[in-house]
C-alpha cells in the first residue's frame, strides 16, 4: 500500500500539463478541414504540435496538410519545423532553430539568420491571448509579423509580405475564432 502511494506520489509529480484544441476550417460557411492543436508543458518547456488538413476545389482538387512541431522555453522559442503537403507531396519546409546568439532559419533549403528574439511564436497564439504583444514570429514564413488589439479580445496581424490582414478572437485567453485572408480565399478557424 505504501509502495503504491509512493509510486502515485512521483507520477504526479513528473505528470506534464497537457491540453488539445480542435477548430473546423470553413470558407464561405463551407467546411473545408480541420485543424488540432496540442500542448504540452513540463518544467518551463512548452511543446505545440499543430496538425490540419484542408480540401478545396479551386480549378481542381488540393488536398493541403500541415504539420508544425515547436519548443518553447523559459518565454523562448527554443525550436520550430514546419512541413506542408500539397495532394501528399511535400510542398514545402521550414526550420527555426536557436543557436547561440541568433536563429537559423531554413526554408525550402535557403538557409538565414534571424537576429532578434522570438518571445511569441505564432503556434502560441491558440492558446495564449497576446496581450501586450506587438509582434509575434511567423514559424511557417520565418519572419515577424506585427500584431495589434482592435478591441478587447480581439486582434489583428499583418503580414509585411503581402500586407494581407488576419483577425483573432479570445475567450479566456483560448483562441476562439480566427478569420484569415489569402490570395486564394478567405477562410475561418473556429473552436469546436
Known amino acids: 500500500m505504501r509502495n503504491t502511494l509512493i509510486l502515485i506520489l512521483i507520477f504526479l509529480s513528473v505528470h506534464c500539463n497537457s491540453q488539445n484544441v480542435n477548430y473546423r476550417i ?3 460557411e463551407t467546411s473545408i478541414g480541420n485543424l488540432s492543436v496540442k500542448k504540452t508543458e513540463e518544467n518551463n518547456t512548452i511543446q505545440i504540435e499543430v496538425l490540419s488538413e484542408v480540401k478545396v476545389r479551386l480549378f481542381i482538387t488540393i488536398d ?3 504539420k508544425l512541431n515547436c519548443t518553447y522555453k523559459d518565454k523562448e522559442l527554443i525550436f520550430s ?4 503537403y500539397v495532394n501528399g507531396r511535400m510542398h514545402s519546409t521550414t526550420t ?10 531554413t526554408k525550402n533549403n535557403h538557409s ?3 537576429l532578434n528574439e522570438i518571445n511569441f511564436p505564432a503556434a502560441l497564439l491558440y492558446f495564449v491571448e497576446p496581450e501586450g504583444v506587438t509582434k509575434i514570429f511567423s514559424e511557417f514564413d520565418g519572419i515577424a509579423k506585427p500584431i495589434k488589439e482592435i478591441v478587447k479580445n480581439k486582434y ?5 509580405k503581402n500586407g494581407r490582414l488576419s483577425e483573432y478572437l479570445y475567450r479566456n485567453g483560448i483562441l476562439e475564432s480566427s478569420i484569415n485572408h489569402h490570395s486564394l480565399m478567405t477562410f475561418t478557424l473556429t473552436k469546436i
Open 26 to 28: 470553413t470558407s464561405k
Open 64 to 66: 493541403f496538410k500541415y
Open 81 to 84: 519545423s514546419v512541413i506542408t
Open 96 to 105: 527555426t532553430k536557436k543557436d547561440g546568439e541568433y536563429y537559423s532559419i
Open 112 to 114: 538565414s539568420k534571424y
Open 156 to 160: 489583428q496581424i499583418t503580414n509585411p
